[in-house]
């Protein structure tokens, strides 16, 4: 059970996209499509963003998207906003019905 | 409106015990897979346990297995942590989640409830 293994930090400009990497294992990222993404302000839960690799919640913007290759997934942010700025977790079943996180990204939106 | 609300969190000394509740509305709790997260303050979050809708499956980080207990009541809509042998390093705000697809991502969250062992 490993953290997956995020960037501490990101940061990009209003209106530009930026991309944040979770890498797992055969263990878990590579094996599943059950790659999960999570927003959270300071002081606030967390909330889902994407689902199963790519699937987004309803009232997810569509300028969030999901990728996975190998053992590594993705996040992408496009027309970055200022509301965005926050961290952000990825999340993969691990087997054995055991889930693991990722150790979370600070996004700075500049 | 889908809601969790978390409960039971506190100050506790090394060694000792606290149960967590989460109280749900808005859905039927029987219906859904439950998880709880934690995350120390600063921190990143940690998957600690999963069950499943009838109670019967059960899974555990390996931090807390044999001290930790996930537990439900669906006629009273409640989720339960058990947390026994309790360590300075279980530390944390405790979030209860719901995965209402029973596919081991967390829709929606509670706000928290915060343990300190001390």
């Known amino acids: 059970q490993s953290a997956l293994t995020q960037p501490a930090s990101v940061s990009g400009s209003p209106g530009q996209s930026i991309t944040i990497s979770c890498t797992g294992t055969?263990?878990?990222?590579?094996?599943?499509?059950?790659v999960s993404w999570y927003q959270q302000h300071p002081g606030i839960a967390p909330k889902l963003m994407i689902y199963e690799v790519n699937e987004r919640p309803s009232g997810v913007s569509n300028r969030f998207s999901g990728s996975k290759s190998g053992n590594t997934a993705s996040l992408t942010i496009s027309g970055l906003q200022a509301e965005d700025e926050a961290d952000y977790y990825c999340s993969s079943y691990a087997g054995s019905s055991t889930c693991v996180f990722g150790g979370g990204t600070k996004l700075t939106v500049l | 409106e889908v809601q969790l609300v978390e409960s039971g969190g506190g100050l506790v000394q090394p060694g000792g015990s606290m149960r967590l509740s989460c109280a749900v509305s808005?859905?039927?709790?029987?219906?859904?897979?439950m998880h709880w997260v934690r995350q120390v303050p600063g921190k990143g979050l940690v998957w600690v346990s999963r069950?499943?809708?009838?109670?019967?499956?059960?899974t555990y980080a390996d931090s807390v297995k044999g001290r930790f207990t996930i537990s439900r009541d669906n006629a009273k809509n409640t989720l339960y942590l058990q947390m026994n042998s309790l360590r300075a390093e279980d530390t944390a705000v405790y979030y209860c989640?719901?995965?209402?697809?029973?596919?081991?991502?967390?829709?929606?969250w509670g706000k928290g409830t915060a343990v300190t062992v001390s």
């Open positions: 069950i499943n809708t009838d109670g019967i499956s059960t």
């Open positions: 989640a719901r995965d209402v697809k029973n596919n081991y991502y967390m829709d929606v």
């Open positions: 808005g859905f039927t709790l029987s219906s859904s897979w």
């Open positions: 055969s263990s878990d990222v590579g094996s599943y499509n059950l």
